[in-house]
């Protein structure tokens, strides 16, 4: 299988803007947390993570070609079908592929989350990880003013197709990011 060393590299021939390298690890991180909470692949979903939106800096302009251009690169570096896979059904609305197992659901919410997370970091007075707390990022959620380009029913399917209550999956992901913290420069 695919290691993580080279998904990584593979990611930095792809992605330069640092913002966008510590969105994907953070989504790596959250879903090797919920691997390791279901006893799952780490390695797999973690790497499913850290490629996700692979193709970001050559779609975002188009983003209706987003993840199609992702499973054209990583089907040439010999990635696997089953990663290329969850990359697609990470985003249906272009890809046409929907998240269709517990890892590709769990990619397709998370990964919105960790948008959320980090922008209630970013209004901290220290702009720290460390100083978010879950209940205030369950409050943010709720506020639809705040962080708007957070899709909030993405993450709102979170609960049903991952049968973890909200709290629970903030938690989750929250601790997983935290714990990354210096990576992460927050
Ligand atoms: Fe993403």
């Known amino acids: 299988m695919t290691t993580?060393?080279?998904?990584?590299?593979?990611?930095?021939?792809?992605?330069?803007?640092?913002?966008?390298?510590?969105?994907?690890?953070?989504?790596?991180?959250?879903?090797?947390?919920?691997?390791?909470?279901?006893?799952e692949d780490e390695e797999l979903w973690g790497i499913c993570g850290l490629l996700h939106d692979l193709d970001w800096e050559y779609t975002k302009a188009n983003p209706s070609e987003h993840t199609k251009k992702a499973a054209e690169i990583l089907r040439a570096e010999g990635v696997e079908e089953e990663i290329i896979h969850a990359v697609q059904a990470h985003h249906p609305?272009?890809?046409?592929?929907?998240?269709?197992?517990i890892m590709e659901e769990c990619l397709y919410t998370t990964e919105e989350l960790t948008g959320l997370i980090i922008a209630c970091a970013l209004v901290q007075p220290?702009?720290?990880?460390?100083?978010v707390s879950e209940q205030s990022v369950l409050k943010k959620l709720k506020n639809l003013n705040f962080a708007k380009g957070v899709n909030r029913d993405i993450v709102g399917r979170a609960p049903e197709v991952l049968g973890m209550s909200m709290e629970d999956i903030?938690?989750?992901?929250?601790?997983?990011?935290?714990?990354?913290?210096?990576?992460?420069?927050l």
């Open 4 to 39: 993580r060393n080279q998904a990584f590299t593979i990611l930095q021939q792809h992605i330069h803007d640092r913002f966008l390298i510590n969105h994907h690890l953070s989504s790596e991180i959250v879903m090797r947390a919920f691997a390791k909470h279901w006893k």
């Open 170 to 185: 903030i938690k989750i992901s929250l601790k997983a990011m935290q714990d990354i913290s210096n990576e992460l420069g």
């Open 126 to 131: 220290d702009k720290k990880l460390a100083s």
């Open 93 to 101: 609305t272009a890809s046409g592929v929907w998240p269709s197992n």
